[in-house]
């Protein structure tokens, strides 16, 4: 079943501890993003990757960082979470270029006291 | 920086009346425009898109329509059904693959 998976799907961490939420995609896709989804804010990006090895800043990259080692996985690292990092992230993938139909993951609600 | 504007941001209807909900946006190279629906709790699913070099496309009771010149493009649902009821995005591409997305339409279609 052609899917993205993201895990954890809930976390709870305090200020400081540093946590990653990984991002897992079956469908050889090369573009892969993250969002976060915040009320009246609708979805802001953070990151994307047009590839392995290439990533890029979206519109609300600060306090996050991710990697593409390989073509499956995207990682969301947050080195020291902050209570403004509390969310909902969704992980999205899609073929080349963005320019097609992206793929959501369940979400990974986050919670940072 | 690169804007999508959405609206209404909340719109209530009787089932079986149409639905429109409306984006704007700030970049003339964006040639890409999707639209999702998100239930309750769910991910975020797409339900139709259009690319710059068509003005309209239809699928069964959903239609995008495009008018680049004003920057702007519509989602219209006909013959609406209590299923319809969701929040609404709409998205565009800036810079080639950042996407930026409106803050969402609440469709609420009433029996």
């Known amino acids: 079943e052609a899917q993205v998976t993201q895990n954890p799907r809930y976390l709870i961490t305090v200020t400081g501890k540093k946590l990653t939420v990984t991002c897992s995609q079956n469908?050889?896709?090369?573009?892969m993003s993250w969002y976060r989804q915040d009320p009246g804010l609708g979805l802001r990006q953070i990151y994307y990757?047009?590839?392995?090895?290439?990533?890029d800043k979206g519109d609300v990259p600060e306090g996050y960082k991710v990697s593409r080692k390989e073509k499956r996985n995207f990682p969301l690292i947050l080195e020291s979470p902050s209570p403004n990092q509390t969310s909902l992230y969704f992980c999205?993938?899609?073929?080349?270029?963005?320019?097609?139909?992206?793929?959501f993951g369940p979400g990974t609600r986050l919670t940072v006291l | 920086g690169e804007n999508v504007e959405q609206h209404p941001s909340t719109l209530s209807v009787q089932e079986g009346d149409s639905a429109v909900i409306k984006c704007t946006y700030s970049?003339?190279?964006?040639?890409?425009f999707p639209w999702y629906k998100q239930e309750l709790g769910k991910r975020p699913q797409l339900i139709i898109d259009?690319?710059?070099?068509?003005g309209e496309k239809k699928d069964q009771r959903i239609a995008v329509t495009l008018n680049k010149t004003a920057k702007h493009f519509s989602l219209h649902i006909t013959e609406t059904q209590p299923e319809d009821s969701a929040v609404y995005f709409c998205?565009?591409?800036?810079?080639?693959?950042?996407?930026?997305f409106g803050p969402g339409t609440r469709l609420s279609v009433l029996p």
């Open positions: 998205a565009a591409p800036f810079y080639g693959q950042n996407f930026v």
């Open positions: 999205a993938s899609s073929s080349p270029g963005g320019r097609d139909e992206q793929f």
């Open positions: 469908m050889n896709h090369e573009y």
């Open positions: 990757s047009m590839n392995v090895e290439v990533t």
């Open positions: 259009i690319r710059s070099n068509v």
């Open positions: 970049d003339s190279a964006s040639n890409y």
